[in-house]
Structures are given as C-alpha cells and as structure tokens.
Nanobody
C-alpha cells in the first residue's frame, strides 16, 4: 500500500501561483510514477500532469502546458506541482495519484493509489 497526502491548496487571484505537495508513505520505491489530476463538481476527474519514477520524463495536459511544472524529490518521497499564471478555469480539487511502474500514464484507470485531494480556488 502507498499512502498519499496532498497539501498546498488554497485561494489565489488569477495570475497568481501555488505549489501543491504530495507526501508519499508506505511501500514506496523508486519504481512509482506519479500523476496529478483535478476534478470539479460538474466534470470528470481529468489528467493534469505526470512524471516518471526517475523524474526524467514529464507530460502535461495542453490546458496547463507552460504554466504548471511537475517534479519529485525521491529522497523525501515528495511530489510537487508548481502552478503559475493560474486561471479561474483551474479551480478544482487536485489529486495526487501513484502507479507501480516507471512510465508515465494519462488515464486515471492506470493509477493504483490516490490522495484525498486539495482544493484550489482561483478568483477572477
């Protein structure tokens, strides 16, 4: 089992920045790829970004490319999502997800473990 706990959400004005963190514990290992997803009350959970187990490969949804950066510190078992130039459309609950495997994936069905989510609200 892998436990994931997100933090760093909050209220920010459009154009501002937030950094989300995801602390992993339990049976963690280097061979765990990580993804960030988000969900609003009216939309399905959608892919945001993913990073390979070693950190060498990243992939982003078109809607956040150039504004968000995913990273990881394997020594600290912590994952990050730096979000810049935030827009009201970025308002959602953000979830950290982990999958056993080295490679990135964009489908939520490919992930084995999920955090409880952290709310991000961007005001206009």
């Amino acid at each position: 089992q892998v436990q994931l706990v997100e933090s760093g959400g909050g209220l920010v004005q459009a154009g501002g920045s937030l950094r989300l963190s995801c602390a992993a514990s339990g049976r963690t290992s280097r061979d765990i790829a990580i993804g960030w997803f988000r969900q609003t009350p009216v939309n399905e959970r959608e892919f945001v970004a993913t990073i390979s187990s070693g950190g060498g490969t990243t992939y982003y949804a078109d809607s956040v490319k150039g504004r968000f950066t995913i990273s990881r510190d394997n020594a600290k078992n912590t994952l990050y999502l730096q979000m810049n130039k935030l827009e009201p459309e970025d308002t959602a609950v953000y979830y950290c997800a982990a999958r056993r495997g080295r490679l990135t994936r964009v489908n939520r069905e490919d992930y084995d473990y999920w955090g409880q989510g952290t709310q991000v609200t961007v005001s206009s």
